[in-house]
């Protein structure tokens, strides 16, 4: 059984600087794909990045391309997104997501519905 714990998430000034942590409990070496989602209340979960924790393949939302970074520390089955230049728009819940499966790329990556894995979520709010 694999289960996430987001955390890190605060309230930030325009033009800040964030990072959330989520941690994976239970076997990291059996996901293959990690990713970071985003929701506000009323309006769908949006893909924010994803990668393959083998290494490789990474994806970007296009509204935060050169903005955020997703990462992954093994040694701690931890994953990270940096979050630079943040913009009041930003402002939503934050999900992490896994799966064990592979030959997913490209936009594919940031669908939820690739994912069999969810955590809770991490607020983060950006107001002046």
């Known amino acids: 059984q694999v289960q996430l714990v987001e955390s890190g998430g605060e309230s930030v000034q325009p033009g800040g600087s964030l990072r959330v942590s989520c941690l994976i409990r239970?076997?990291?070496?059996?996901?293959?794909?990690v990713a970071w989602f985003r929701q506000a209340p009323q309006k769908e979960r949006e893909g924010v990045a994803a990668m393959y924790t083998g290494g490789g393949s990474t994806y970007y939302a296009l509204s935060v391309q050169g903005r955020f970074t997703i990462s992954q520390d093994k040694s701690k089955n931890t994953v990270y997104l940096q979050m630079n230049s943040l913009k009041p728009e930003d402002t939503d819940m934050y999900f992490c997501?896994?799966?064990?499966?592979?030959?997913?790329?490209?936009?594919?990556?940031?669908?939820?519905?690739?994912?069999?894995?969810w955590g809770q979520g991490t607020q983060v709010t950006v107001s002046s």
């Open positions: 239970g076997n990291m070496n059996t996901i293959n794909r």
């Open positions: 997501a896994a799966d064990r499966s592979g030959w997913t790329y490209g936009l594919a990556m940031i669908s939820p519905d690739r994912y069999a894995y």
